[in-house]
Each structure stands twice: as structure tokens, then as C-alpha cells.
């Protein structure tokens, strides 16, 4: 996994401007410490970090394919390519000599001899750029479900992009401006793809490639969920879905370095854990390395939630034991939440203000900090609630029927707020509710659906689309800042676009057919996992329950209140900011009271760090 940026400009001599390149290129070392490259011609130069994972010595970027002494495409490339070795063998037919056993050369090649087409033959998660010389073009690719990022920005004369928005930050030509509409995809849990938050930029969708020419860029799209008639009775999906799992992740325990896996003790995770132990020890590579994460002394202090029933350690051991795992739990001091150099870290990786899940984000941080100490790739289980039906807004009848974003209704919405200290005059302006009604209604114009569908099914279907389109990608962006802040690989074997495809069309009465949450996923792996990991009822990445969390936030909002110069003052409401610091504090302190301040906090630090220009 590494970071990717470039520049193209058919007005310049981009040879002339390579230290711009150059320092656009080294804020992208974090996702590659092992190696910087810099390519260039007259009108495009394009940069890598690579963070070495296959063929070690011999995947160096960016990688030029050359012939008659001249470059015929040349590639800059962030991802894994999970059937790279299919496709090296049916290229080679086609008359390709490979001079690196990398995946590189293979989507270089398959290039070569597909064009725009190879990314149709991709199974992975990729961001790429491909410089075409012959046609003076530039092709951006995206993977199908968004797992690595890929921003631009149009200029007059062309384009900039990177893998963050640091990247295109670094040249003078990208302003920090953010207008009301970058302010809202800040303060609301709606991403919308496209859609970047600084004035000017982009995100290429998931499913998507840009071509860049002289003329301006093309946008079209190569992948997209489709509605099919499932056919398979329940037998037969339980064993597809086992199958498609078990091929997933055996695919994606190819790696030149040492590999883990991340567990915390619940279904997708365990189930991960079990199928990776069970291709690792077919490969003769294990015991599996399994991390955990959780808080210093939270076994003792744990205080159940509407959502957190019980803590993961116990479960994570039982786990761990089960398949032999080398396991490590990783106890995160609660004072490291809060280190200036951890938080500085956090805010240095998003680019944004990482406000929504509060102390997960520095907690993320600390834990793939410790695991990289031991490996460089890991697998995850992002995606398995939005594919299978794991959240409880999937069963719960009024967010079915509110007509908006399960996840924003009553019940749900509290853990995602963080809107209660801002200035009631700004929110108005921006009209929240009145772009997220607007935004839903683009989301559900693009759920694809079979002629006749109605009733449950239909909105079920509709459900799943929103999940898998909008709020999965702030799981897989959240994964990506964080492991590649600390040059971790994390791989996610349920968006393997086989099996998303196939999940998705199978019909909701399917596949929550015992009553439960994600029943088909728990059916297809029972036959690897404890009892007590597959009755365990769906429980949240942990979140601190420690007040002394809450007490350092609120003096450090006391410290930002009293400097006139904290330039998020003008967007508080200082009443409320009063009174919530004033309030009594409880012994424990849960995540949903302290999205105020948290989002206070994060938006001064943005403001200030990146100097954003805000054009409200």
C-alpha cells in the first residue's frame, strides 16, 4: 500500500516545477516510508511513496513500460491486486516479459493491453494514475467500493490529485478555501461521493476513472451494484457465501511481510481471524497473529450501553485461543487520547476534523501504531454490518420508515451529533436539514431494482444500497487515514466486490432468516468459531467510558474559550458552550454526551493547522 500524486499541466514545462512535485509528493511518506519516486515528462509528473509489501526489490514506482527507448505508459499505483498472478499468466500469453514479480507491473501491462478495460479485470483495492505518452492523457481508476482514496482537483490546464488532500495542498495552485457546502460534508454524517470538502476538490467515486486530456476530464463509470434475481435457496447461499469468503481471504493473505489480523471478539472479526488461521496453515505460514484493542482497566470499569453490551477482551481471548492465535492485546492509556502529539497525528493523517466517533480515531491511531511495531499488513472486517444487516437501524421500524438516513433517526443519530455547541445562526444558514433531504434523495435515485419489487424487500434493498454507498465509506476512510498515518496495510475481505455483489441480491427474508442480525454471515462460518462468538449480539468498536477523558476535553475547550484568537469562536454558540462546561459530570462518560466538544475542539485545531479560508 503506498501514496500516489501527480500534476499535469498542458500549459506548462513541468520539468521546471519538480520541487512543487517533489514536496507533493513527500506529504504521502506516512502511507510510504520505504521509498519515494518522482517520474516526469513536458506536461505530467507524478510522484510515489511506496510502502513495500510484494516483490520488495523489485516494485519500485513510479513504473514506466518502455519500448524502442521510449516510454509507451507509465503508472503510479496504491492498492493490492488480489488475482494479480491469474492475470500475470494471461498476459504473458498475450506475448508480455515481466521483469518484476509484482502486482504493479501487472495492472502496467494489463494497461497495455486493455486500456480503460483492465480495470474491469481488477480484484482489489487500488488507486491508480497511468500517464498514456501516445495519448497525451492521464487515467485515474478508483476501486469498485472505495477502500483507498483517491482526491483531484481540475486546474485551467489540468489536473492535481493525490491520495489525501495533503498531497494537492502542497501546490500553490490548491487554495484551503471551504465554502458552506465543504462546511456541511464536515458537520453531517452524509458522505456524498464526489464530493471533497475544500473548495475546488474532488473525490473519484468508487467504481469510477477520470480521463484527463487537453481538452478537460471525462468522468464515467466502470462499476456499479446491480439488482439480479437471486436464485439460490438458502442451502445454496449459505455455501456460496462460505465459499466466496473462504477464496477472499485465502487470496488476501499474500504478502511479503509479516501479516495479522485485527480481532475483537465479535462475528466479523472472528470470522476473519478463523478464515485467515485456516489459509495461513494451508500455505504452512501460521500460527495467525491476531490483535486487540481495548482501554486500561476497562474489564474492571465496563458499564453496559444501548449499544455496547459487554467488552471485547473476553470474547477476543476466547477467539484467539480457538484458532491458536500469537495474539496481543493492546491497552490504550485513557491520557494518550488525549496527547497533543497523538491528536496532531490524527488531524495530520485526516486533513479534516475528525469529530464523528470522537476518541476512536486517536485510539485507532494508538492501536495500529502498536501493531505495525510487528506487522505491516493486517486484515479487517469492514463492511460485513453494511453487507449482512449487522446494525440495528436494519430491524428497527421506525428508522426503516423515517425517510432520511437510518443512522441520522431517533436512537441512532446521538452517537453521530456533534452539532450542540455551534452558533444557531450558522446552522440555519447552512440548513442542514435541508441538504441531508437533498442528498437522500440523490442516494436513493441511484438504488438500482428489480421490476416489480415492492413492500419490504424494496426498502431493504434500499437500505443496504445507502449503507454500502454512504456510510461504509466513513469506515473504510477512517481505516485508511489512520493505518497508512502509521504505514499499515489493512485489507478488507467483505468488500471483495464478488461478494458484495452477491450479498446485495440476495433477498432480506434470506438473509436475516433465524431473526438475527447478519444471519447468513453466521450460518456460513459457524462451523468455525465458538458458540459464544456466534450468539455474541453486534457490539461496537470500543469507546472510552472513563470520565477523566471527558474532564481533559472540556479544559482543553476552556483554554480555547479564553484565547480570543481560537479561530473557531465565531462558529460557537457561547451560551451552550458556558453551560456544557459548567454542567456536573457524571462517573461515566459516554461517547453521545461528548460529540460537542469534541467537534469544537477538532474544528479549532483544523481551522488553525491548515489555515482554512472559510467562505460561508
Not at 493490492?80 to 509484482?102: K, W
Not at 501491462?109 to 495519448?135: C, H, K, M, S
Not at 464530493?195 to 486530456?213: D, I, N, S, Y
Not at 431517533?410 to 450558522?426: C, T, V
Request: proline share 6%.
Amino acid at each position: 500500500m503506498c501514496g500516489i500524486t501527480g500534476w499535469v499541466d498542458y500549459r506548462l514545462d513541468l520539468p521546471q516545477h519538480l520541487d512543487t512535485a517533489r514536496a507533493m509528493t513527500r506529504t504521502m511518506e506516512c502511507r510510504g516510508p520505504d521509498a519515494e519516486g518522482l517520474w516526469w515528462d513536458r506536461h505530467v509528473a507524478l510522484g510515489h511513496r511506496r510502502l513495500a509489501v510484494i516483490d520488495l526489490e523489485g516494485g519500485v514506482q513510479p513504473m514506466a513500460a518502455e519500448a524502442s527507448g521510449r516510454p509507451r505508459a507509465c503508472l503510479t499505483f496504491c492498492g493490492e491486486i488480489y488475482n494479480f498472478r491469474e492475470l500475470r499468466t494471461e498476459l504473458e500469453a498475450h506475448g508480455h516479459v515481466f521483469r518484476t514479480s509484482s502486482d504493479t507491473e501487472v495492472v502496467l501491462r494489463g494497461y497495455l493491453q486493455w486500456g480503460e478495460g483492465v480495470a474491469t479485470r481488477l480484484n482489489g483495492i487500488y488507486a491508480f494514475a497511468v500517464w498514456d505518452p501516445d495519448r497525451d492523457e492521464l487515467l485515474l481508476v478508483r476501486d469498485r467500493m472505495g477502500v483507498k482514496p483517491l482526491y483531484y482537483h481540475p486546474t485551467p490546464h489540468g489536473v492535481l490529485f493525490g491520495s489525501e488532500p495533503k498531497a494537492i495542498l502542497a501546490n500553490p495552485a490548491a487554495r484551503r478555501r471551504v465554502d458552506a457546502d465543504g462546511l456541511y460534508e464536515v458537520l453531517d454524517m452524509v458522505k456524498t461521493p464526489g464530493q471533497a470538502v475544500f473548495t475546488g476538490m474532488h473525490e473519484v467515486r468508487p467504481g469510477e476513472l477520470l480521463r484527463v486530456r487537453e481538452g478537460g476530464i471525462s468522468r464515467s463509470r466502470y462499476w456499479a451494484l446491480e439488482a439480479r434475481e437471486h436464485t439460490d435457496d438458502l442451502a445454496g447461499t449459505i455455501g456460496t457465501v462460505r465459499d466466496l469468503l473462504e477464496d477472499t481471504v485465502a487470496r488476501q493473505t499474500v504478502a511479503d511481510v509479516p501479516l495479522c489480523t485485527l480481532l475483537s471478539g465479535g462475528l466479523d472479526s472472528s470470522a476473519v481471524t478463523a478464515l485467515t488461521a485456516r489459509a495461513l496453515a494451508a500455505q504452512g505460514r501460521g500460527p495467525v497473529r491476531s490483535f486487540s484493542v481495548d482501554f486500561a482497566g476497562a474489564d474492571a470499569r465496563f458499564e453496559q450501553d444501548a449499544v455496547r453490551g459487554t467488552p471485547d477482551s473476553p470474547f477476543a481471548r476466547l477467539m484467539a485461543g480457538h484458532v491458536g492465535a500469537d495474539h496481543t492485546e493492546v491497552l490504550i492509556d485513557n491520557a494518550e487520547l488525549t496527547d497533543p502529539a497523538v491528536r496532531r497525528a490524527v488531524l495530520r493523517a485526516t486533513d479534516l476534523p475528525p469529530a464523528f466517533w470522537g476518541d476512536m480515531w486517536p485510539s485507532l491511531y494508538l492501536l495500529f501504531r502498536a501493531v505495525r511495531e510487528r506487522s505491516t499488513v493486517a486484515l479487517s472486517g469492514e463492511s460485513a454490518d453494511e453487507l449482512f444487516g449487522g446494525y440495528q437501524w436494519f430491524r428497527n421500524r421506525r428508522a426503516l420508515e423515517a425517510g432520511t438516513f437510518p443512522w441520522l433517526t431517533s436512537g441512532s443519530a446521538r452517537y453521530f451529533g456533534g452539532l450542540s455547541l455551534l452558533d444557531r445562526p450558522l446552522l440555519e444558514k447552512l440548513d442542514i436539514p435541508a441538504r441531508r433531504a437533498e442528498r437522500y434523495d440523490q442516494a436513493l435515485a441511484e438504488v438500482p431494482r428489480l421490476p416489480g419489487e415492492t413492500g419490504d424487500e424494496r426498502r431493504m434493498r434500499e437500505i443496504t444500497h445507502l449503507n454500502l454507498t454512504r456510510f461504509v465509506q466513513t469506515l473504510l476512510d477512517r481505516k485508511d487515514r489512520m493505518s497508512m498515518a502509521v504505514g499499515l496495510e489493512v485489507r478488507v475481505p467483505f468488500c471483495d466486490h464478488r461478494l458484495v455483489e452477491y450479498v446485495f441480491n440476495v433477498p432480506w427474508e434470506m438473509k436475516s432468516f433465524d431473526g438475527r442480525e447478519k444471519s447468513l454471515l453466521r450460518a456460513a462460518t459457524a462451523h468455525l468459531l465458538p458458540r459464544e462468538i456466534t450468539e455474541r449480539v453486534k457490539t461496537p468498536y470500543p469507546a472510552t467510558q472513563d470520565p477523566a477523558y471527558e474532564s481533559a476535553l472540556r479544559a482543553e475547550l476552556a483554554e480555547v474559550v479564553r484565547d480570543p484568537a481560537s479561530p473557531v469562536l465565531p462558529l460557537l454558540d457561547m451560551d451552550r458552550v458556558g453551560r456544557t462546561l459548567a454542567r456536573p459530570q457524571g462517573g461515566v462518560s459516554r461517547p453521545y454526551d461528548r460529540g460537542g466538544l469534541e467537534m469544537a475542539l477538532w474544528l479549532n485545531s483544523w481551522l488553525s493547522s491548515y489555515g482554512v479560508e472559510l467562505y460561508l
